[in-house]
């Protein structure tokens, strides 16, 4: 029997040395996240993490059409509120009321398309929300933030 080592999810350098990202020869590719923040008032940290990361532009907070509640409000437009301090906050709900949203070309699309010129996009939502609003992200180069319903706050980048 092998054993496991415990490794923190938010110990994002202990999780890279431990896959030996940085030695030569991988042929893994870099953690690009910056930081993870796993708590009950991770929200509350939000805006500074998305601070740190967004450049000249809007914040585009990007989310599917599933209704989410976090202490009795609704988390998107929460998520939103507590942005706008910041500058100009768009909100964009991606698919179809009632209608699963898919990670396919015309999702991410209309992602890509909100946050074209964006300073930052902040995905709200579970992973296929992230998984398309990463890709709009990459496609746009603009720093990405995720909000997970389960209150966890990654910020990514591309340095």
Do not use: W
């Amino acid at each position: 029997m092998t054993a496991t080592t415990y490794l923190d999810p938010a110990d994002l350098r202990g999780i890279s040395d431990s896959l030996g990202l940085a030695e030569p020869g991988s042929t893994l590719r870099a953690i690009r996240m910056r930081r993870i923040d796993i708590a009950e008032d991770a929200l509350d940290r939000l805006p500074d993490m998305v601070r740190a990361v967004m450049q000249p532009g809007p914040i585009i907070v990007l989310g599917d059409q599933v209704p989410m509640d976090r202490d009795g409000a609704s988390l998107k437009p929460l998520v939103a509120a507590m942005l706008r301090p910041l500058g100009p906050v768009h909100e964009v709900l991606l698919g179809e009321p009632g209608v699963e949203l898919h990670a396919d070309a015309p999702a991410v699309d209309a992602a890509t398309g909100a946050a074209t010129g964006a300073g930052c996009v902040v995905a709200v939502g579970s992973g296929t929300v992230c998984d398309v609003a990463k890709e709009a992200s990459r496609i746009s180069g603009v720093p990405f933030v995720v909000v997970q319903t389960a209150c966890s706050v990654n910020a990514f980048s591309d340095d």
